[in-house]
Structure formats: structure tokens, C-alpha cells
């Protein structure tokens, strides 16, 4: 008997809702209801302006090892890829001739050093006797030029026995840097040429090192425009970047950015962006691959939105509005950078609009679509005691 009532009571309401949807259309069949979504209201607020790049890592310093004199490779003196001090021995040549070259500079100068001996003694002996007219004003000026002339050799020797031992030294190739030593591009038995710089390995220095970025010209005049305008208070100084690596981790150091190229490159329309970073563990290497997060102070009165609230076809982004008459509209946005699960907006929103972030994939544009907290609060107005008798009211008036 219970069974019955309840079925009975299905039924009438049931009936109710039909003569209820087609008594006032006129015969149509009757619309489709509005989707349930959630929605959030645009609030402007400050935002982290923020930039992730490309880029990569090099080294502050880089010095092309090349000889210096001529000469045959005997040994390689360190292990490549080895951290190595400003100074350190390379490779070594074969220095039998120079040595042979310092000796005989060695020996032209002692000559030259007796001769000079010699004419300074004519000298002092004859000063005296010019003064008594022993001897003529002539020999004494000879004397004096042969003095002058010993000096120029000794001078002339003692530059010789200088480059001689310069280019000695020059066999044992050192370290111009402090920093890691590459492989090497010569082997043992290897000719090497000075007049030819032949290239004998590579020195990068390990810390610091500069992370190159580059970014568009448009994304610098922006800022350069917002920083004019009173929307960003900041200063080149107090950028920082946050490196994250090849393989998704974040280098655990901060760095700033030091420079910015004032040209554009004509064929890329970009800029470049350099930052310093301390790299002491020696987990930067010159040549890799990084992506770095620009910090550049906080935007006033920005917008940032769910990350799941952003529909991304390509490179094009969107989201989807719900209209104050309930129609869906679909909007596209231009996003900055994601901090954390949210997205930056630039352009496409305002303040005060309801953005669907969940439930947009259930919609199309011009649907009709009510938020969740709507939905509810009309139903529990529904249901609410008193309803059902003023609607039963309605319908016997």
C-alpha cells in the first residue's frame, strides 16, 4: 500500500513538471537546463612578475690554450677535464734547441760584458791624461765611443739571453687561468706552431658563471613601459633568477642579472639577458641547457587564475566567462608565468568577470551554464518549507 502511494505521488509530480514546461511555451519542447559549473570572480591584486626563458650556461672566463713557440709535444702534463690552477703545467716540448739558444745568448753576453769591461778601463785610464794633454782630445773621444758602444751590446745581450729564456719557458705550457682544462687537441710527437697558434686545449672557469637568456624586445618595453608608469617599482639590481636544470630540479642558488644587451638582434627580434650565479659545486657547465625564472618585483593590480581554469589549443590560450545571463563565452587570454598551479593573465580578463574553472569542458560558447553555489542555493529555495503550499497556491489561484 506504501508502494502504491509512492508511485502515485511520482506520477503527479511528474505530470505537474510536464504541464508545467508546456503550458507556458506554446507547444515547444521544452529547454535544455543549465550546465552545473564552477566559477571564481577576477579579483585584481599584486602579482609576482615573473619570466621563464631559455637559455644557457657560460663561462665568465675562457682562455684557447695555444703555443707560443715552436716545438714538438713530449708529454701532456695534467688529466683532462681536471680542475686546474692558474700556472699549472700543460704540456711540456722539447726544449734541447732552446736550451742551446740560452747558452750561446749566455756567452754573447759575456763577451760583450768583457768588451765593455775593457773600454771602461781605456776610459778611466785617460781621464786624467786629458786633462794634462798627455793624450789628444781625439783618443779620448774614441775611448768614449768604444764605451758607449760596449754598453749597446751588453744591453743588446742581455735582450737576446731574455728571449732566449723566454721562449725556453715557453716549452712548458701553463695554465693562463684557473678553471676546468678541457681534452686535449694535440697528442705526443705533435709539431706545434707559434706563427700558426695552434690550439692545444680549452680552460673554462668554473665559478661564477653567467646563465645567457633571451627574451623579446616587445616583453622589455613593457616592463621598461610599466616600470615608467609606476606599476613596478624595480631596478636591474633586484632582478633574480631562479635556474631550473636539464632534468626539472631547481639549482638551489640565486642569482641576479648583471646585463642587458641595449641592441636587437634584427633576425629574432630579442634581446639578450645575462645573470651571475656562484657555482662552487661545479654543477653549471659551460654549453648547457637551462631554463631560468626571472623575478622582476611585483605588478600592481594584476591577475593571476587557476592553471586548470586556462584551455591552451597550441600556443593559444582561453578561458571560459560565464555572462551575467548565464550564456557561456569563451575569451582569449594572454598569460604571463605560472607561479605555483596559477597562471599569470596579461590581457583578456577584468576585473569582476566569473571565469569557469571547472565544468568548462561541458560547455560550449553561448550555453546557458549556473555556478555550483548557485545551483545549490536556488534548489535549497526550492525545497525550503512553505514552498511546496505556495506553489500548490499558485497553481489553484
Not at 716545438?71 to 734547441?97: H, W
Not at 707559434?194 to 616592463?223: C, G, H, K
Not at 590560450?317 to 555572462?323: E, H, P, Q
Not at 545549490?376 to 518549507?385: E, F, I, R, S, V
Request: proline share 5%.
Amino acid at each position: 500500500m506504501l508502494t502504491f502511494h509512492k508511485a502515485a505521488r511520482a506520477s503527479a509530480l511528474a505530470a505537474i513538471f510536464l504541464l508545467s514546461a508546456c503550458g507556458g511555451s506554446g507547444g515547444q519542447p521544452p529547454s535544455s537546463p543549465p550546465v552545473i559549473v564552477q566559477t571564481i570572480v577576477v579579483k585584481a591584486q599584486d602579482v609576482p612578475n615573473n619570466a621563464e626563458l631559455p637559455g644557457r650556461i657560460q663561462a665568465v672566463r675562457t682562455a684557447e690554450v695555444r703555443a707560443r713557440t715552436d716545438g714538438i709535444v713530449e708529454r701532456r702534463l695534467y688529466e683532462e677535464g681536471s680542475i686546474v690552477k692558474q700556472g699549472t703545467p700543460l704540456f711540456q716540448l722539447d726544449a734541447r734547441d732552446y736550451r742551446a739558444q740560452v747558452q750561446q745568448a749566455q756567452g754573447t753576453l759575456q763577451r760583450a760584458l768583457a768588451a765593455r769591461s775593457n773600454a771602461a778601463s781605456v776610459v778611466r785610464r785617460y781621464d786624467p791624461l786629458v786633462s794634462q794633454r798627455a793624450i789628444s782630445g781625439q783618443e779620448y773621444d774614441s775611448a768614449r765611443n768604444d764605451l758607449a758602444q760596449a754598453d749597446a751590446q751588453v744591453t743588446e745581450g742581455r735582450a737576446a739571453l731574455a728571449r732566449a729564456q723566454l721562449q725556453l719557458d715557453y716549452t712548458i705550457v701553463r695554465a693562463p687561468l684557473s678553471g676546468r682544462v678541457g681534452r686535449a687537441e694535440v697528442t705526443e710527437g705533435a709539431l706545434v706552431s707559434a706563427s700558426q697558434a695552434t690550439l692545444m686545449t680549452r680552460i673554462d672557469q668554473v665559478s661564477p658563471v653567467y646563465a645567457v637568456f633571451t627574451e623579446s624586445s616587445s616583453a622589455i618595453l613593457t616592463l621598461t613601459q610599466q616600470i615608467s608608469a609606476g606599476q613596478l617599482s624595480l631596478s636591474p639590481a633586484d632582478i633574480k633568477v631562479q635556474l631550473v636544470l636539464e632534468n626539472g630540479t631547481s639549482y638551489p642558488i640565486i642569482g641576479r642579472v648583471d646585463f642587458t644587451d641595449a641592441s636587437v638582434d634584427p633576425t629574432t627580434g630579442s634581446q639578450t639577458i645575462r645573470a651571475q650565479f656562484d657555482n662552487g659545486a661545479g654543477l653549471l657547465a659551460p654549453g648547457q641547457f637551462v631554463r631560468g625564472r626571472v623575478q622582476a618585483g611585483v605588478l600592481q593590480n594584476g591577475i593571476m587564475l587557476p592553471a586548470r581554469a586556462i584551455q591552451f589549443k597550441g600556443e593559444q590560450a582561453s578561458v571560459s566567462i560565464l555572462g551575467k545571463d548565464g550564456a557561456v563565452i569563451s575569451r582569449p587570454i594572454t598569460v604571463g608565468s605560472l607561479a605555483g598551479q596559477y597562471w599569470v593573465i596579461r590581457s583578456g580578463v577584468r576585473s569582476g568577470e566569473r571565469v569557469i574553472v571547472d565544468g568548462w569542458q561541458k560547455v560550449r560558447p553561448g550555453q546557458k551554464a549556473i555556478d555550483a553555489k548557485d545551483a545549490k542555493k536556488a534548489q535549497a529555495k526550492a525545497t525550503a518549507p512553505g514552498a511546496g503550499q505556495a506553489s500548490s497556491a499558485n497553481m489553484g489561484g
